[in-house]
T-cell receptor, first 112, second 114 residues
């Protein structure tokens, strides 16, 4: 069983479009995250979220919004896509009190 | 703010060579430290961790010791294999208001030649 899964694995779209990336975890974790990995492999936190609190990295444009229908899912919606949004996006999860984060396989987003 | 600095890559070694990837950090208080590995085309996997000073994390022949006096967490392996070729990330986190967000170094790409 895949612990943290993401769909789609690849996403190619045009500037200005709106898209979503889905993430699901079956680990029973309370906290989920979204990270962005740029072309130089640098990873940066975008959001962390549990059922009580959303914490947003202040550098993330408000075109990005996380949506959590339930504890096992944290989807990422992106409006008005820009070329600079091209990256690999990773979802992760952890227990609130645990330091160990489990990562999904990533979604490679290409904006043309 | 907190930060992690890793040695620049790429690192190219022959099979069975000794590996060291340097990692130093800047942080308030007492962070937990991690090494994650990313194999080509895959997500990140936790390789090892240490949660307090002088702890040694180890897994799959890799080791790293949490050195508070030098704020370091260097990754070592005595004899690398071709299958160790990957990108290695040093990271830290604090439990608390940051919700345990990981702060990553920029990654070090390791290539092991047969």
């Amino acid at each position: 069983d895949t612990a943290v899964s993401q769909t789609p694995k690849y996403l190619v779209t045009q500037m200005g479009n709106d898209k979503s990336i889905k993430c699901e975890q079956n680990l029973g974790h309370d906290t989920m995250y979204w990270y962005k990995q740029d072309s130089k492999k640098f990873l940066k936190i975008m959001f962390s979220y549990n059922n009580k609190e959303l914490i947003i990295n202040e550098t993330v444009p408000n075109r990005f919004s996380p949506k959590s229908p339930d504890k096992a899912h944290l989807n990422l919606h992106i409006n008005s896509l820009e070329l600079g949004d091209s990256a690999v996006y990773f979802c992760a999860s952890s227990q609130v009190q645990s330091y160990e984060q489990y990562f999904g396989p990533g979604t490679r987003l290409t904006v043309t | 703010g907190d930060s992690v600095t890793q040695m620049e890559g790429p690192v190219t070694l022959s099979e069975e060579a000794f590996l060291t990837i340097n990692c130093t950090y800047t942080a308030t208080g007492y962070p937990s430290l991690f090494w994650y590995v990313q194999y080509p085309g895959e997500g990140l996997q936790l390789l090892l961790k240490a949660t307090k000073a002088d702890d040694k994390g180890s897994n799959k022949g890799f080791e790293a010791t949490y050195r508070k006096e030098t704020t370091s967490f260097h990754l070592e392996k005595g004899s690398v294999q071709v299958s160790d070729s990957a990108v290695y990330f040093c990271a830290l986190t604090h439990y608390g208001g940051s919700q345990g967000n990981l702060i990553f170094g920029k990654g070090t790409k390791l290539s092991v030649k047969p």
